[in-house]
């Protein structure tokens, strides 16, 4: 069965939008909430944890209306029952799309339940101290190596759930550049490392040199008897894995159904679950899958990610903003936009449309942001006051984890401010200077959680992945492939040989900037 292959374009719900969008478009959220105290709460939804307010969006009933009604006409609801029905949704590749398969703990798949106890036993093990290293000391560190879906999920995870954190150490290599290895290594004591060479197809070029160089390290005060007490593997290529020197049983499995950026809730996140542990780690799978479960069964007016990828088309298409800004406020979430950066970007930087036709419309957001308060005082200014018009999400946690209620009553308050600031601008305010006026009327959602707990993030995750399945679907493209990182890595096997020899490429710059090296 192939995914539903509308034109958006043609559908009546966008005409109607085109139309709306002109009638609408200078119209003033100000204005919005003064003709109507019911806004805030027609525009939010509470689901679980969750207090999502997207009121502050240059929307009326009837541009909402017309979104659900986009929706409808690019046949959603057919493409969900599809992806979760394990259908080959990614065509291009050829493959079903089943990462929500790996957190349905009702209808588990055998092998996935086989992989969660595999990960459950071995890290027990190594964080109670049972798995020694080969001078018999306890392992005390763990080492993700890996780059791409199989370092930003289970880096940013094991970042976020920090406080959940147990003992052990953990760092990731994921760079091909020496650097990050070589002060890694730094840090590292051979007898009680744990190396986890995470590759979905154990040949990308950058994971499989670290791992490498990191073997050959180890191998200065250790045996090749010894790499089995330190270093296993998360893969789908067997063989390749075998070949590198890897014992079977040490040697956690991957699927071609689960795609790389969907990754972190199979044995990728392994250095996740021996951070914080299995039962943590079930919880981040449990709190995904109760997203599922909302994304799949609510009606779209509801329903917490159709909502914020129909926003998003919204600002895209029609108001033509390019990019969208990610606003976490709270310190465990630095690294969830660059995770989200490969996970949308990768997923929704297509051209292409579902008939092999180039689109002539626009498709994948630039996303980018930063941790509030950190940003208000680095790239707000153009938030607030820049020519872009830049929708925002806020993510923010009633409670705090560490209790400090000075800390998280400012943190609050900042969170709080900025959307209201953003909203109101300096309207009603006189000030003499037009540098000083703030137009505000500008789109933000507030994404409120009640508190960061594995259970928490690992819905928010989900809730992200299923924003940008639904955007890719309005957007008629194909979210589950990644054609377009093939070529550089193609051509960097060829200047690497230029680098490496005297062969020169075709393009006299390229052959300038070789020379020079
Ligand atoms: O280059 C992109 C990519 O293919 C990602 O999609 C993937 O997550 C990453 O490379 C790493 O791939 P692998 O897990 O096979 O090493």
Request: hydrophobic fraction near 40%; charged fraction near 20%.
């Amino acid at each position: 069965m192939s995914l539903p292959s509308v034109n958006p374009i043609k559908t009546n719900a966008w005409k109607k939008l085109q139309q709306h969008f002109q009638e609408t478009k200078n119209v003033k959220m100000q204005d919005l909430f003064a003709e109507d105290e019911t806004r805030a709460d027609r525009f939010a939804i509470s689901w679980n944890d969750f207090y999502v307010d997207f009121s502050k969006n240059r929307i009326t009933s009837e541009t909402f209306s017309l979104l659900l009604q986009l929706a409808e006409d690019v046949n959603l609801k057919e493409a969900i029952q599809q992806q979760f029905s394990g259908a080959n949704i990614n065509e291009t590749e050829n493959r079903a799309v089943l990462h929500t398969a790996l957190r349905d703990f009702k209808n588990m798949k055998p092998e996935v339940a086989n992989a969660l106890q595999q990960m459950k036993q071995f890290s027990e093990a190594v964080i109670q101290g049972d798995w020694k290293g080969y001078t018999g000391k306890p392992i005390t560190t763990i080492v993700n190596i890996g780059i791409g879906g199989s370092d930003l999920g289970p880096d940013m995870v094991t970042e976020a759930l920090t406080y959940y954190k147990n003992q052990l150490q953990t760092y990731f290599i994921s760079n091909v550049d020496g650097d990050h290895v070589m002060e890694t290594l730094k840090k590292l004591n051979p007898e009680t490392t744990l190396f986890i060479i995470v590759s979905k197809t154990f040949t990308t070029q950058e994971t499989l040199t670290n791992a490498t160089t990191v073997r050959s390290w180890f191998l200065k005060t250790a045996s090749e008897s010894d790499v089995a007490k330190h270093f296993v593997a998360v893969s789908t290529n067997l063989e390749a894995v075998k070949e590198f020197g890897i014992a079977s049983e040490n040697i956690f499995p991957m699927w071609d159904w689960v795609g790389g950026r969907f990754s972190l809730w199979s044995a990728v996140g392994l250095s996740i679950c021996c951070s914080v542990g299995y039962t943590n780690f079930e919880d981040l799978l449990k709190g995904a899958n109760e997203m599922d479960g909302h994304f799949s069964e609510t009606p779209f007016q509801e329903n917490i990610p159709v909502v914020l990828a129909l926003l998003s088309v919204w600002y895209a298409n029609f108001y033509k903003a390019e990019s969208e800004a990610v606003l976490p406020y709270t310190q465990y979430l630095t690294k969830l936009v660059p995770y989200l950066q490969q996970a949308i970007m990768e997923s929704n930087g297509k051209s292409i449309d579902r008939n092999d036709a180039p689109v002539d419309y626009e498709t994948g957001t630039i996303i980018w942001g930063g941790t509030g308060t950190n940003s208000q005082h680095a790239f707000f200014q153009l938030l607030h006051q820049g020519t872009k018009l830049i929708p925002s999400d806020f993510i923010g946690f009633a409670e705090s984890l560490h209790g400090n209620k000075e800390h998280h009553d400012k943190l609050l308050a900042n969170f709080i401010a900025q959307t209201e600031a953003l909203l109101q601008g300096t309207e009603g305010v006189t000030t003499p200077n037009n540098y000083k006026k703030f137009e505000g009327n500008k789109p933000t959602n507030t994404i409120l959680i009640q508190k960061l707990t594995p259970k928490s993030i690992g819905s928010l995750i989900a809730l992200y992945e299923h924003k940008l399945f639904v955007q890719g679907i309005v957007w008629n493209i194909y979210s589950y492939d990644q054609w377009g990182v093939e070529l550089g890595k193609n051509i960097a096997k060829h200047t690497l040989k230029a680098i490496q020899s005297s062969e020169r490429m075709k393009n006299s710059s390229t052959n300038n900037l070789l020379s020079k090296i």
